[in-house]
């Protein structure tokens, strides 16, 4: 199965070949052009990696992120950010980011990172499944 | 002359009142100097003198009249003792003349009667004669034979015709020795008209009067007629009937004192009185010196006293000036200093801010660029067939490598201005220092650059950043090894400044630089390798080792090399808001 990616940013310049670019890698790439937006399309479907600039005009990166780990707590989230910014990258990640990437980025780092963060994901699903199973044998044993 | 002077003065008190407004020229603090230095020393040696000489003045106005009111009364009391010593003989002889007849008078025995009273009642009378109106003396006694003799010729007898009553002054007379003779002429109505009774009196007498004024060794007194000839003998300037050798003193009938020079270049106190009645001056001469010996020890005293007030007063006011001046020329030195920094600190601040705004707007499209390319890139690469597939990715390629330079400026710049948080540990600082040249050693290796560590072993352990102190000390290093050539020397030394600082210095034996360019070399955008550097390795250094609390000294000449101290504090004092 495709790693599902979100990617968000302003400027629309920078996510479609960026898209492109990721889906060219495998990746299930959906985009959005805002927070807002991102977080209508988290709302209906499930997203493995969220790729987040951290200043967008309107919602800005870190409320989107709280918003988002509200929604969908498991998505890992790569915050994105101009060099100026890496302090609100540490803010997001003290909110639960996986990690955070500096503008403009080598396309082999954010997969990297992108994998790492969807290995954790997996992981950490994997381990809730077994919790959930080990529980459901549990009960079983009464 | 007055003008020109008036002209200098009003010149030298303008510079005084206007302050050179030129504040960094050495000029003005000498200027200052003088200033201060003039205006004290005016204030306080101007009133010095004009008291001391007012005191002078008046202290010599008084020990003047102090020592001349004594003089004066001797003189005075002398003169009267003169006077009352003559009149009373006058008198006698007077009276003689009147209480006796003619021819008493002109009978020698009755004479001689008379005259033994009188020698016996009267001291200093010489001899007694009656003369007829002839001007013959009739008759005589005394120890000269001068019966017979006619005086008809003779000045005094003149005189006592004309006057009556007449006292002569000194004269050598028929019996040669100095003498004066008191002549009054019988004036009872009707009986031998123009008979005169004289007498002569001993001019020893006189000596003695003036001996009983108990004069000092370097005193002189004596009597003078009108004319200026010595009645009696001088200690000084004559003997009796010579001409005293100085001009007359003005007429005074009372004790007057002149100051004067007598012609054996004496400095003299000169005092003198007129008789009224009697052809006489009496004068008293003492040397200058000696009366006013006290006085001249006053003076010298005050003289004294007062050089050295001036000579204190010069001292006080010039280590005074001095200091102040200096202390003046310290805090100015201290304050431009401090602006500059402040001035240079700002300038790194507002810098550093546009160069993160500046950074942060190019990032953006850098990003695009970057992914555009990319994709250019992934669409070349992925697809098997595609025309100049080559050609196209190295453009790509160059695109995305231009990309990667920008990046690597805008991260610096960006670094420059960050706000990163400064993480204090407590390390040792030879630690990072070592740590810092496993990182250069390979390159000093390569090109044969003689590494010189002196790491002071008792170092302290300093709380600071380590890693941001070792970008410090890689850029620093990295310095020093571009400004060597091949074989060059670098050495490190680390030391305890004081009880809160400790100290790195990096010395190389490099090109060096000059002034102009130490001025600039902490500035951002300032750099001397044209082409390969950012200029902004040192403006960032700068910025981290003034955030950690400490500071950094250059000095350098100019195909010397240079040394790049940076002072650490030992406790951690970061700074805020940088």
């Known amino acids: 199965m495709k790693v599902r990616v979100l990617l968000v940013d302003d400027e629309e310049q920078f996510v479609e070949p960026l898209a492109m670019r990721l889906e060219a890698r495998g990746f299930a790439v959906a985009t959005a052009f805002n927070g807002e937006q991102a977080l209508d399309y988290i709302k209906g479907k499930e997203v493995d990696v969220v790729i987040l600039d951290v200043l967008m005009p309107g919602l800005s990166g870190v409320d989107t992120l709280r918003e988002l780990k509200k929604i969908r707590p498991l998505t890992e989230v790569i915050m994105l950010t101009g060099h100026a910014t890496v302090e609100t990258a540490i803010e997001g990640m003290k909110l639960g980011a996986f990690d955070y990437l500096m503008k403009p980025t080598e396309i082999e780092d954010l997969v990297g990172k992108i994998n790492q963060a969807y290995r954790r994901k997996a992981e950490h699903e994997e381990r809730i499944q077994r919790a959930t199973l080990e529980r459901i044998a549990q009960t079983r044993g009464f | ?578």
């Not at chain 2, 008789?275 to 006489?280: D, G, Q, V, W």
């Not at chain 2, 200096?326 to 431009?336: F, G, I, M, N, V």
């Not at chain 2, 970008?471 to 670098?490: K, M, P, T, W």
């Open chain 2, 1 to 578: 002359m007055f003008r020109w002077l008036r002209k200098k003065l009003k010149e030298f008190f303008s510079t005084l009142r206007e302050f050179p407004d030129y504040a960094e020229s050495p000029e003005r603090y000498k200027l200052l100097r003088r200033n201060i230095v003039v205006l004290m020393l005016v204030v306080t040696i101007l009133p010095l003198t004009l008291m001391g000489l007012i005191n002078h003045y008046l202290y010599r106005q008084a020990m003047h009249d102090e020592i001349v009111r004594p003089l004066k009364i001797l003189v005075n009391k002398t003169k009267h003792s003169f006077e009352l010593f003559l009149a009373e003989r006058l008198s006698t002889v007077s009276f003689i003349a009147s209480s006796y007849t003619c021819s008493e008078l002109a009978d020698n025995n009755n004479l001689s009667r008379i005259f033994s009273v009188m020698k016996k009642e009267f001291i200093g009378v010489v001899d007694l004669g009656f003369l007829d109106p002839n001007g013959v003396q009739v008759s005589y006694d005394g120890p000269y034979k001068l019966r017979g003799k006619n005086y008809k010729d003779h000045d005094w007898y003149k005189e006592t015709r004309v006057r009556g009553a007449y006292v002569s002054d000194v004269f050598l007379g028929y019996r040669k020795l100095p003498h004066i003779v008191m002549a009054v002429e019988r004036s009872v109505p009707g009986v031998c008209l123009g008979c005169v009774l004289r007498a002569t009196i001993d001019t020893n007498r006189f000596m003695e009067l003036i001996a009983s004024m108990r004069l000092e060794p370097d005193s002189d007194a004596f009597l003078l007629n009108k004319k200026g000839v010595f009645q009696t003998p001088s200690k000084f300037y004559g003997q009796v009937l010579e001409t005293f050798p100085m001009p007359l003193p003005p007429l005074s009938y009372e004790p007057n004192v002149v100051e004067t020079e007598d012609p054996n270049g004496r400095e003299i106190l000169l005092t003198y009185a007129y008789f009224e009645s009697l052809p006489f001056i009496l004068m008293v001469i003492k040397p200058r010196g000696l009366v006013m010996q006290a006085w001249y020890t006053l003076k010298t005293e005050a003289f004294f006293i007062f050089v050295a007030g001036v000579l204190l007063i010069f001292l006080v006011v010039f280590k005074l000036t001095d200091k102040l001046v200096k202390h003046l020329e310290e805090s100015d030195l201290r304050r431009e200093a401090a602006y500059r920094e402040i001035q240079e600190s700002s300038k790194l601040a507002s810098i550093g801010r546009l160069a993160a705004g500046v950074a942060h707007e190019i990032n953006n499209p850098l990003a695009i660029i970057n992914e555009k390319a990319g994709l250019i890139k992934d669409l070349t690469q992925f697809s098997p067939d595609f025309p100049q597939k080559d050609k196209l990715l190295s453009l790509t390629g160059t695109i995305l490598q231009s990309v990667d330079r920008c990046r690597t400026i805008t991260q610096r710049l960006l670094g420059f201005a960050r706000r990163m948080e400064v993480t204090v540990e407590s390390l040792n600082l030879n630690e990072v220092i070592e740590e810092v040249l496993s990182f250069v050693e390979k390159e000093a290796l390569h090109r044969n650059i003689e590494l010189h560590l002196s790491l002071a072993q008792d170092l302290p352990r300093i709380a600071s950043d380590r890693g941001q102190l070792q970008q410090v000390f890689l850029n620093i290093i990295n310095n020093a090894f571009e400004a060597v050539e091949d074989g060059g020397r670098v050495t490190i030394t680390s030391f305890e400044v004081d009880d809160d600082t400790v100290a790195v210095s990096i010395q190389d034996n490099g090109q060096g630089m000059t002034q102009e360019v130490m001025n600039h070399i902490f500035e951002p955008f300032f750099t001397t390798k044209r082409g390969k550097g950012t200029g902004l390795g040192l403006s960032i250094t700068y910025g981290i080792v003034k955030k950690l609390g400490g500071d950094i000294k250059v000095a350098s000449k100019l195909g010397e090399g240079t040394t790049f101290t940076v002072f650490l504090p030992k406790k951690a004092q970061a700074r805020k808001g940088e």
